[in-house]
């Protein structure tokens, strides 16, 4: 038997080394990293009806994480 889900349920996650807080509420769900307030949101309604994998390689494309960055990239920034 499952339980409903009602209010918000908050759990840590680890991703390569670094903390986000996933938040799961009957609208859909939120991955942030910890001590943050923007994040990744994903409605249950985009993940059921296929936008999801849209949505994901259009924020992907928008937010590029400072780690990700190559040295080169540094570089000409500078």
Known sequence: MTTKLEGPLRREVD????AYTLTITPQGMTLVPKG?????????RALVSGD????????????VRPAARTSAQTR???
């Open 36 to 44: 943050r307030r923007k994040g990744f949101e994903l409605a249950w």
């Open 76 to 78: 000409t920034k500078k």
């Open 15 to 18: 991703i390569e080394g670094a």
């Open 52 to 63: 999801a994998a849209l949505a994901t390689a259009l924020n992907a494309s928008l937010h």
